[in-house]
């Protein structure tokens, strides 16, 4: 059996570079990731089955899923038969701009060459699954800091992210990405890549505060909760820098101190009742949350 870390998915900063023909936007951003995850429990069965448990389970369609078409279509690409039974324990939000759905997908795709023993000659076709199933999982494939262009697919190395405690807030209103995206309105960004490192968490912060998330205006004016979540965390003792991730409405704040992100997340949850709040911390350098186990 292998079991498999899905991390959740941050997008640091995301501007809007341009539209294509078929009406796909092209995108610049910082995508990082967190120590906070779904789990993924993969191993060998008769038939593709997906099993759903944990606090976010009645959110999702276990008979229509991507963590149960990754499994499916990398079963096709291969030319064998998709054999797994796949248990997921789902602790990310749904509809939420964390990537869950998508960091599902990519987890069951690396637990899958894990326990089918692909080398490396299938990466491209682990890739071309990626892309197919949606614009975040290429990304979620890596579970790692990653520059992310084009419309998911153009992903190349990340500055180095120093070590930085985060809160992620959610008002428990689903935010459907396309909505949000027809919405924007004004003209596209350019670019924002780092020219350089950031030292630590304050430079972060500092780097960031120059560039933006191009769908949080039209997402808060669809879910007015999103400004109060953003109000409140930009608030917090200890928050440098409160912003919308993806498409909403999960925001983050980030500090350079744990304590003080887990002291915000207490006194906000006991205020806010029907909000969901979690502390975490920013995968970095030299760290992974994506390891893999077997066993038996």
């Not at 990537?99 to 599902?104: C, K």
């Not at 795709?109 to 299938?122: S, T, V, Y």
């Not at 949080?216 to 928050?239: F, N, Q, T, Y």
């Amino acid at each position: 059996m292998i079991r498999v870390e899905a991390p959740a998915k941050l997008n640091l900063y995301l501007h809007v570079t341009g539209r294509r023909a078929d009406g796909y936007h092209e995108l610049d951003s910082l995508v990082t990731f967190t120590a906070f995850s779904d789990t993924l429990e993969i191993a060998p069965a008769d038939v593709l089955t997906l099993t759903v448990t944990g606090p976010f389970a009645y959110a999702l369609d276990s008979g229509d899923n991507l963590a149960a078409r990754s499994a499916a279509a990398l079963a096709e690409r291969l030319g064998r038969p998709a054999d797994v039974r796949i248990a997921l324990h789902k602790r990310i939000p749904v509809a939420a701009g964390l990537g869950g759905g998508s960091a599902d997908a990519a987890a069951v795709l690396r637990g899958l060459a894990r326990l089918w023993r692909l080398g490396p000659e299938h990466a491209d076709d682990l890739r071309a699954i990626a892309l197919g199933l949606g614009a975040d999982v290429p990304v979620c494939l890596h579970a790692r800091a990653t520059c992310m262009a084009g419309i998911g697919e153009a992903l190349s190395p990340a500055p180095r992210i120093p070590p930085c405690a985060v809160l992620l807030v959610n008002p428990g209103v689903p935010v459907p990405t396309g909505p949000v995206f027809a919405a924007r309105r004004g003209p596209f960004s350019v670019p924002g890549r780092f020219q350089a490192s950031p030292r630590d968490a304050a430079s972060l912060a500092d780097l960031l505060r120059t560039r933006r998330n191009d769908l949080e205006p039209p997402a808060r004016a669809k879910v007015s909760e999103i400004g109060h979540v953003l109000d409140r965390l930009g608030a917090a003792p200890g928050c440098l820098l409160a912003r919308m991730s993806g498409s909403g409405g999960t925001c983050f704040g980030l500090f350079e101190d744990e304590d003080a992100a887990a002291d915000a997340a207490g006194t906000i949850a006991r205020e806010n009742p029907g909000w969901w709040v979690q502390a975490s911390n920013l995968v970095h350098e030299g760290e992974t949350v994506d390891v893999v186990a077997v066993h038996g």
